[in-house]
Antibody, heavy 122, light 103 residues
Framework: QVQLQESGPGLVKPSQTLSLTCTVSGGSISSGSYYWSWIRQPAGKGLEWIGRIYTSGSTNYNPSLKSRVTISVDTSKNQFSLKLSSVTAADTAVYYC??????????????WGQGTLVTVSS | DIQLTQSPSFLSASVGDRVTITCRASQGISSYLAWYQQKPGKAPKLLIYAASTLQSGVPSRFSGSGSGTEFTLTISSLQPEDFATYYCQQLNSFGPGTKVDIK
């Protein structure tokens, strides 16, 4: 079955760019009508959707983060990536990647990666 | 943007109890709602999608209902492994979560 795994630095300095990659295994990132999303969760808080990408390259971003977010896909590596610029301590969170299924009956995220903690600190 | 609220935000229950969590949307969303279970230190796990469709492998004690603006997640007989936080989700929005704790 499809599995997702996040990777990237666990510590980023304020004002720098957070960069994470999600590697998809057990299936091709290009197969099926799926979107690929990033979601984050600050410690002790709820879930916040960051954005999604389709394998065609089309993207949607959370309006509150749009000016700082870029999501890209590399189908040859079966990966998609997140870049979040000008980070502050408020961007400290566990970052998850997830596959999103978008159907006429609804949309849902499954499966999810295990999550990776990114701390913004000098 | 559609806002999702959940009630209660916290509930204390015993093994064997029937538990119901409500999710309300700020405008009608048909059956466009999913439910997730999250345990500490773990990623959320999909339980139900399209408001009432049980994800493969999820125990049948979990059920979902509703359409429009009001939805419910019901656990018919709470098991020890069900103590967790539950979130509803629609497109780009997640509810704030309901923590189910042991009484």
């Amino acid at each position: 079955q499809v599995q997702l795994q996040e990777s990237g630095p666990g510590l980023v300095k304020p004002s720098q760019t957070l960069s994470l990659t999600c590697t998809v295994s057990g299936g091709s990132i290009s197969s099926g009508s799926y979107y690929w999303s990033w979601i984050r969760q600050p410690a002790g808080k709820g879930l916040e959707w960051i954005g999604r990408i389709y394998t065609s390259g089309s993207t949607n971003y959370n309006p509150s983060l749009k000016s700082r977010v870029t999501i890209s896909v590399d189908t040859s590596k079966n990966q998609f990536s997140l870049k979040l610029s000008s980070v502050t301590a408020a961007d400290t969170a566990v970052y998850y990647c997830a596959r999103e299924e978008l159907r006429p009956t609804g949309d849902w995220f499954d499966p999810w990666g295990q999550g990776t903690l990114v701390t913004v600190s000098s | 943007d559609i806002q999702l609220t959940q009630s209660p935000s916290f509930l204390s229950a015993s093994v064997g109890d029937r538990v119901t969590i409500t999710c309300r949307a700020s405008q009608g969303i048909s059956s466009y709602l999913a439910w997730y279970q999250q345990k500490p230190g773990k990623a959320p796990k999909l339980l139900i999608y399209a408001a009432s469709t049980l994800q493969s492998g999820v125990p049948s004690r979990f059920s979902g209902s509703g359409s429009g603006t009001e939805f419910t997640l019901t656990i018919s007989s709470l098991q020890p492994e069900d103590f967790a936080t539950y979130y509803c989700q629609q497109l780009n929005s997640f509810g704030p979560g309901t923590k189910v704790d042991i009484k």
